[in-house]
Every structure is written in C-alpha cells, then in structure tokens.
C-alpha cells in the first residue's frame, strides 16, 4: 500500500541524502533541493528542511534516516496534559526500551529493555550514562561494560540473515512493536513480583499505531506504557537501554568485520555500498544475506559496484 511520510532534517542531513540517492535524482520540483525515484519510494527535500517520502516502501526508506514528525494538530488543553509525562516521571522507577541498527545497512537490529529505580540512578549518573548520541563510541563500549552488572536488562538481536526471513512479512514499525514488546515482556517476567511504575518506549510510530500492532503479538504489554520521541532525554532506563543497544550493535559490527577481513561500517552511505559490493564479490546474495538488509537500496547500489 501506497504512503506518504514526511521527516523534519538539517541540511547536513538533506546533503547527505542527496549524495546517497545521487544516482536515482529526477527533475526537481519547485522550492525542492532534490528528488529521487528509488524502487518503491520516491525522495523529495524541500528548501524547507522537510523530506516526503511517497510510495510503498516510504515506511522502510524514511526509518534509515530518522522518525516521522507528526503533523502539529490543535488540541484542548485536556489533551495536551494527556501527553505529558506524569509529574516526576524522571524520578520513577521505569523499565526503558531503545533500539538501535534500523537504519544502518549492515549489522544487526538491537532492542533492549532495561530497569532503573531512582535508588540506582546516582550510579548511573557516575558511571555516565546519559543521552547515547552525547557519547563517542569508545565511551559508550566502557559504560556498556559496567551498566550490564547494574540493572536489570534483557536485550535482543535480529541478525541480518533472520532480519531478512522476516522483514517480507513485517514493516519496518510492526517488526519494532514486536521486538520492544518482547524484550518489555521478558523483563517483566524476570522482574517478578516487583512492577515498573511505568514503562517508556523511546517513540518511533504513533501510540495508536504502536497498540495496533500489539494486538497480534502473542505477549502484549499494554498498561502503564508511555511515548515520548528522544526517550532517553526523558528517564535515565531508555538512556541505559539505548547505551547497551549501542554497544552490542558495535560489537556485532567488529565480529563482521573479523569475518570478512575488512571493516563493516554502520550507516547506509557510501562505504556502505561499497563494503557490500565487496561481500558480494567474495560470496554472492548467500553471503551478503548474513551482513546486510537486502531490502534497503543499496543492495541494487552494491551490485551496480561490484558487476560492472
């Protein structure tokens, strides 16, 4: 089915996009700086700094590149209130849920669930734990070390071989539900008889979305959850969760590289592309299908490099 979603970036990222989808550009529209027709999808950057994303694969191209910005709607002061997290949420003892690797070409998708009490959060804070994106990959790995022997976690790790099995029948915002709910509902098994007085998932889809896909998981965590886009801002749990994500997805990345015999980089740019085409010459399909997310377009970009 056809959709239409449309992300807020900077124009570091819009130039990034267009380097990427340079060889798919067509003619540009009015007040646009590019447009690019992918298979399935079809890229525009306005002058504006907003990126629409037009076509049936518009769900999995736009989440390499960030999460949808809703469109602003005027709602009755009851309703904002609704939105809000609950006076000293940050406080709470909370289970946190973060992912990582959905947008990067190759490597794995992690999601991890973590418990942190207000108790703990001193800790935490001296160990560094913090907002992952204000930390260098170096310093995310020591945090990570430490973290796992602090508070109760429970991760999970989609290879790309399994990523690639399942993605036919899942969307980029189905297969996520599935993951953070799994990884919420195996720490609150371990957790037992102690219940989080909340449970915030770093927000990638709408909350009516989120519960819609939960209706067909076999496990749904339905109550005291709450939504909020840069969780990690929000409660120190998804900070903690979005660290060890990290590390885990890096340490993925390393145990590739020593595989193949040449550096696996995150992202979906260049070097992407040409670390594919590399697998591509060394294995075919079958060996690529283990490092990479077939479906992401860099796999036609890939074999472009490394068959002509």
Request: net charge positive; glycine share 6%; hydrophobic share 35%.
């Amino acid at each position: 089915m056809s959709q239409s979603i449309t992300l807020l970036c900077d124009k570091p990222t819009i130039q990034k996009m267009k380097n990427t989808y340079e060889t798919y550009q067509i003619k540009t529209p009015p007040y646009a700086v590019f447009s690019s027709k992918l298979p399935g999808v079809t890229v525009t950057a306005y002058n504006s700094g907003k990126v629409l994303f037009q076509g049936v694969q518009a769900e999995n191209e736009s989440a390499k590149w960030g999460k949808e910005n809703p469109t602003p709607k005027k709602q009755s002061s009851t309703q904002k209130k609704e939105a809000d997290l609950p006076k000293d949420f940050q406080n709470w003892a909370v289970l946190g849920s973060d992912e990582v690797g959905n947008g990067s070409y190759l490597g794995p998708v992690v999601v991890c669930a973590t418990y942190v009490t207000k108790e703990n959060m001193p800790l935490l804070k001296e160990l560094g734990v913090k907002d992952s994106k204000m930390l260098t990959d170096p310093m995310i790995r020591k945090i990570a070390k430490d973290l796992v022997h602090v508070v109760p976690y429970k991760q999970l790790i989609v290879t790309p071989k399994k990523y690639n099995e399942i993605q036919p029948n899942y969307n980029v915002n189905r297969m996520k539900v599935a993951l953070h709910n799994q990884a919420i509902h195996l720490l609150l098994e371990e957790l037992k008889p102690v219940k989080p007085q909340g449970i915030l998932i770093d927000q990638f889809t709408t909350e009516k979305s989120y519960r819609s896909y939960l209706t067909r998981e076999p496990n749904p965590v339905t109550e005291n959850l709450y939504f909020k886009t840069k969780g990690e801002q929000y409660h120190l749990s998804v900070a903690a969760a979005s660290i060890i994500c990290r590390a885990t997805f890096l340490d993925e990345l390393d145990k590739a590289s020593k595989e193949l015999g040449f550096t696996v980089p995150s992202g979906a740019g260049t070097k992407s592309d040409q670390a594919a085409a590399k697998i591509l010459k060394k294995g075919g399909l079958s060996l690529l299908e283990n490092y990479a997310k077939l479906h992401f377009a860099n796999t036609e970009k890939a074999k472009k490099i490394a068959f002509r």
